[in-house]
């Protein structure tokens, strides 16, 4: 065997739990070629960056690759190309290009989005069983998920707090209809009840942990680990909500196949581009919508409107459609902010609804003469 082959093997023995494979070698050819060394980020502080190599966890400054674009910036999850061993202070010189990325929107006004993980394979939502359901939410995160490339899982946290088996089946038939093809796990990390079908989820590939404070994140996370190496603490009795327990995004390889990317508790979780994903969250209303007479229905007060008649049936929940006109708004106004096009678009059709409005307020008053 040839040195460069047994390095080759060396890489692929090392970085194979952390979810390295063919065609991560091949997109790695060119900088191997260099001299560099492939390795995974297990972490990322300010501008610096831990990550897994053959060698084991080097410590490296991310200087070369931080654009102004917090889009483009080294993130947990990226496969890089670091310095070899001997350089001071060793770099990241490149990343390899994502195959997926979990991003939300800044919490700036400027339309910017921020990049939460990259290169996962499954986004569990996290949800806490200790304080009533918030679908709204749950629909907000997965619509991120989705459009990120990953399957979600809804997790129902704290499963042993429910007082029994019928409450319990309620609730995940709550969210099952508030996540259409999405898989619903209600799981107790203080029992394991339900933690046998989440490890077997998620041992194939990259899986991200998402969810509010208090949500069981960082319990769920040793469970899957089978260690106590994420800190937990206490949730208040009088809403379920806790602080905040991880800081930072932290990339820790499973012992029964897999890798978990666990994330601070997220307050806001705001869309950024997320059209698919809202699209794919509310299926059953962009199915029922192919069926309205018009294919600009706003689902509204428009005629022959197959989803207002679905609303009127009872088939469609009127908080799924209040829930989806409004993902969809909040969605426009983040892509407005650079589509000049699209805003064009949102002026004209602020102008018709108003229009339409004052005629409606003439009409009435004709009628009151």
């Given amino acids: ?16 739990p952390y979810g390295w494979d063919e065609a991560w070698a091949d997109a790695f050819a060119p900088h ?6 492939p390795g995974r980020v297990v972490r990322v502080d300010r501008g610096q ?33 670091v310095d070899p061993e001997g350089a001071h202070p060793r770099y990241v010189q490149a990343y390899l290009p994502r195959r997926t990325a979990f991003v939300r929107s800044t919490s700036s006004k400027r339309s910017e989005g921020q990049i939460l993980a990259a290169n996962v394979d499954h986004a569990i939502v996290a949800v806490s069983l ?6 709204g939410r749950i629909e907000r995160f997965l619509a991120l998920a989705w459009e990120s490339g990953a399957q979600p899982v809804v997790v129902l946290t704290k499963a042993d707090l429910v007082p029994d088996a019928v409450t319990l089946s309620y609730l995940v038939q709550d969210v099952e209809t508030t996540a259409p093809g999405v898989p619903v796990l209600p799981v107790s990390s203080v029992d394991g009840d339900g933690l046998d079908v989440l490890v077997a989820l ?15 994140k960082s319990t769920l996370a040793n469970a899957l680990l089978g260690e106590d190496v ?42 950024y581009d997320a059209e698919t994903g809202v699209g794919q969250v509310f299926s059953e209303i962009e199915a029922l919508a192919e069926g309205c007479r018009f294919h600009d229905c706003a689902h509204e007060a428009e005629p ?13 929940p009127v908080r799924r459609l209040e829930s989806y006109r409004k993902l969809k708004r909040e969605n426009q106004y983040i892509v407005a902010k650079t589509d000049a096009r699209l805003r064009a678009e949102m002026r ?22």
Avoid: Y
């Fill in 1 to 16: 065997m040839t040195s460069s082959s047994a390095a080759s093997s060396s890489v692929r023995t090392a970085l194979a």
């Fill in 32 to 37: 191997a070629a260099e001299g560099l060394l």
């Fill in 49 to 81: 960056c831990d990550v897994v190599t053959a060698d084991g966890v080097v410590r490296a400054d991310t200087a070369f690759v931080t654009p102004h674009d917090p889009m483009k910036v080294v993130c947990t999850g990226d496969w890089v190309a």
């Fill in 130 to 135: 200790a304080a009533e359901l918030d679908l």
């Fill in 202 to 216: 998620v041992g194939g590939g990259t899986s991200v942990l998402l969810g509010q404070s208090g949500a069981g």
């Fill in 230 to 271: 994420m800190e937990v603490r206490a949730t208040r009795d009088v809403d379920g909500k806790g602080r905040h327990t991880t800081t930072t995004r932290n990339l820790l390889a499973l012992p029964g196949g897999g890798v978990l990317i666990d994330t601070p508790g997220l307050r806001g979780v705001g869309l």
């Fill in 304 to 316: 022959g409107c197959a989803v207002l008649a679905a609303i009127d049936s009872g088939e469609l």
């Fill in 348 to 369: 004209r059709e602020w102008k018709r609804k108003g229009a339409q409005g004052r005629a409606a307020m003439e009409a009435k008053r004709g009628r009151l003469r």
